[in-house]
């Protein structure tokens, strides 16, 4: 139905900023949105979401500190990462969560997701 795509990834050096985005092809404003990352032999990892209209955030173990998730407009929703580590190397995904799921940080609480953009920091 929604079809995403993410943009922005690339090389950064240890300590630096990247943003990533999600532009979705109709309005998920009213929906949870998400992103996870994967990095080569690692599970997926939850990274941040936003609830439907942006009031809350939530973050993965250790990501508080340093990333932000925040929605740009009705079809946009963005990934601020700063200080970043070699260890953050890895493909970012953003997903839409499922119907009715105001706030969604597992894997099974997100039915649409993105083909990915591949962040890669160097140290």
């Known amino acids: 139905q929604v079809h995403l795509e993410e943009s922005g990834g690339g090389l950064v050096q240890a300590g630096g900023s990247l943003r990533v985005s999600c532009t979705a092809s109709?309005?998920?404003?009213?929906?949870?949105m998400g992103w996870f990352r994967q990095a080569p032999g690692k599970e997926r990892q939850f990274v941040a979401s936003?609830?439907?209209?942006?009031?809350?955030t939530d973050y993965g173990e250790g990501m508080r500190s340093r990333f932000t998730i925040f929605r740009d407009n009705d079809n946009t929703v963005s990934l601020q990462m700063d200080n970043l580590k070699p260890e953050d190397t890895a493909v970012y995904y953003c997903?839409?969560?499922?119907?009715?799921?105001?706030?969604?940080?597992?894997?099974?609480?997100?039915?649409?997701w993105g083909q990915g953009t591949q962040v890669t920091v160097s140290s």
């Open positions: 936003v609830t439907w209209g942006g009031g809350r």
């Open positions: 109709r309005s998920i404003s009213s929906y949870a």
């Open positions: 997903a839409q969560g499922k119907p009715r799921y105001y706030i969604a940080t597992r894997d099974d609480e997100f039915d649409y």
